[in-house]
């Protein structure tokens, strides 16, 4: 099956609708002769439930709404392509879509805040999203990223406390639109792995100017593999071809209330008037054997992989080049998933990636209430799918044959063959044996030196912006405990840092400041034993 850029267009066309020159029909398909007023019994009399055009409009009202997404819900999507710039990457990977220079593969994106409701202002202090969907001949791939390459929390069963911290308050629902309230603080003084994510939190990367000018990145570390079987580590980066550029933090807190469309608007904008957004997508790529070459451990999300260690590898191009028809059945209804691999892709032990392999289709089946979609348009594969799953809400596909099981031997099955026959996915095999413990790797303990290396690489107007960012985010924290716990940690990352931030917080940097953590390593009775 080849797939060029138009391919997914191509496919969506089917199921496109043209309002234009026809007539209004229920759906049933029967034409409707007036609409402005229900069936009554007389003109000022009751209605009558033999309104079929009236039960039918008012019903699909009612069921309108969807759960917005859990985090992530407000966001912007676009179409576009992307194509690799050669075949240089055949050595380390099998993914046709990042080797063959001449397949322009389909991708849709969805960029988004992460804490805000799905009404809530674009320009508030928050992470983005970028998510992005290659329709690949092989299957559909996700790289759900974000547009900071750390992560606040190392094992995934702090996310939910993570991302109860930073909602908004579970009384009073406040605040909605920034991470100043005592919860978040509180919680991340109480962290300290959160503390190099912090940094970029306070930095300008946490109000950019346009989506169109972010970076990506996939932030855990994932695996490439060749054809021979051959497996390297890698991290994804997406670099916007405009740069990276940012609000700053008045003209932010403006715009949130003047235009809280501002990054949906100019996304549309652009790409309307044919001012085309492009991202580079680079790959760091690390042997297996340098694993533990590293001061960092890289399964670990809240490090990065320095560039002058291991540097940028260019791949290809994404090109974002049309609008979505409709917000509802491609922007809202796109379903991501960092699970949703190709052969020449693979996940790693990283355990905040391994917690989000089941999270995203668990949610996804809350927000869509059924196993069925993935054949909503927007998510189709254009790779054809023939397996036995034929049941449940809203089944689309009308599966042919009466073996719905396999084997069998009565017809109705899709054969299978050797994995290495047909181009089956086949999953790297790892070694994997170990104790069953609730412990993290000494290797994960060190969080302040990320954060510190992150301050020093700042210019002094950068410097600036992110004391003036802790002061605005400590200023309106009500315990002096935790602006105090805040300082002791920005303390250690540097004592620049914390001296200036206290300065506008009206508390003095700690004394005797010790990080506490409810993942303290050394006081984890697991790791003790595993020790002896
Ligand atoms: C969305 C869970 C970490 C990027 C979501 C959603 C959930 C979720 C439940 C909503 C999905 C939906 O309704 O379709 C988690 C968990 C994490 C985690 C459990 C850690 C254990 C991360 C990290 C990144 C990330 C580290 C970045 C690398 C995203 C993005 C979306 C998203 C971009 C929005 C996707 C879209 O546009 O539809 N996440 N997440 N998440 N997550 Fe995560």
């Known amino acids: 099956m080849k797939v060029n850029k138009n391919s997914k267009n191509q496919q969506l066309e089917q199921f496109r609708e043209e309002g234009k020159d026809q007539y209004m029909t229920t759906d049933q398909g029967v034409r409707v002769n007036h609409t402005d007023d229900s069936l009554k019994a007389g003109s000022r009399g009751p209605l009558l439930m033999e ?45 046709k879509f990042l080797t063959d220079p001449n397949t322009q593969t389909p991708v ?15 320009t508030v202090r928050d992470v983005r999203g970028f998510a992005t969907k290659f329709y690949t001949e092989e299957g559909n791939y996700d790289l759900v990223g974000n547009n900071m390459p750390p992560f ?31 919860t978040f603080w509180d919680f991340a003084s109480l962290m300290p792995e959160t503390m190099h994510m912090i940094m970029w939190v306070l930095s300008d990367r946490a109000i950019p100017r346009s989506f169109r000018m972010m970076d990506g990145f996939g932030v855990h570390t994932f695996r ?51 001012d085309h957004p492009e991202f580079e997508l680079n790959v760091q790529i ?30 290809g191009k994404m090109v974002l080049n049309r609008n979505p028809d409709n917000f509802f059945a491609e922007t809202e209804q796109v379903a991501f998933h960092p699970g949703n691999l190709v052969p020449g892709i693979d996940v790693t032990n990283d355990p905040l990636l391994q917690g989000r392999l089941f999270s995203y289709v668990d949610t996804q089946l809350n927000r869509f209430n059924s196993a069925n979609f993935a054949e909503v348009p927007i998510n189709r594969p254009l790779a054809s799918t023939h397996n036995h799953q034929g049941a449940g809400f809203m089944r689309h596909t009308i599966n042919k044959g009466k073996a719905n099981y396999w084997p069998n031997s009565i017809g109705g099955g899709c054969p299978m063959m050797a994995p290495e026959k047909m181009g089956g996915y086949v999953h790297h095999m790892e070694k994997v044996d170990g104790h069953k413990i609730r412990a993290r790797s000494e290797s994960f303990n060190d969080h302040y030196s990320q954060a510190t290396l992150f301050w020093n690489s700042m210019t002094e107007p950068e410097k600036k912006h992110i004391v003036k960012a802790a002061h605005f985010e400590l200023g309106k924290v009500m315990s002096k405990e935790i602006r105090q716990r805040m300082l002791g940690h920005f303390n250690i990352i540097s004592p620049d840092l914390a001296q200036r931030v206290s300065e506008g917080i009206g508390v003095e940097v700690p004394k005797d400041f010790k990080p506490t953590s409810t993942g303290h390593y050394e006081d984890n009775e697991a790791s003790k034993q595993m020790k002896k």
């Open 224 to 274: 490439l593999i060749n054809e021979e079987g051959k497996a390297r580590f890698v991290k994804f980066h997406w670099r916007s071809k405009l740069g990276a550029h940012s609000l700053v933090w008045d003209e932010a807190q403006k715009l949130a209330g003047k235009d809280p469309d501002w990054l949906r608007r100019d996304l549309w904008e652009a790409i309307d008037m044919g």
């Open 286 to 315: 690390v042997e297996e054997e340098d694993e533990f070459k590293f001061d960092f451990d890289l399964l670990d999300a809240t490090k990065i992989i320095p560039e002058e260690l291991v540097p940028l590898r260019p791949v």
């Open 152 to 182: 606040f929390i190392q094992d995934a069963n702090k996310f939910a406390d993570l991302v109860h911290a930073i909602k908004p308050d579970p009384d009073n629902e406040m605040p909605q639109a920034s991470a100043a309230h005592d």
């Open 51 to 95: 309104d079929f055009h009236f039960r039918e409009k008012m019903t699909h009202f009612d069921h309108e709404s969807i759960p917005e997404r859990v985090v992530h819900a407000r966001g912007s999507g676009a179409h576009g392509y992307f194509q690799p710039y050669n075949d240089t990457l055949k050595e380390f990977t099998k993914a």
């Open 108 to 122: 849709f994106v969805r960029f988004s805040t992460v804490v805000g409701s799905r009404g809530s202002a674009d």
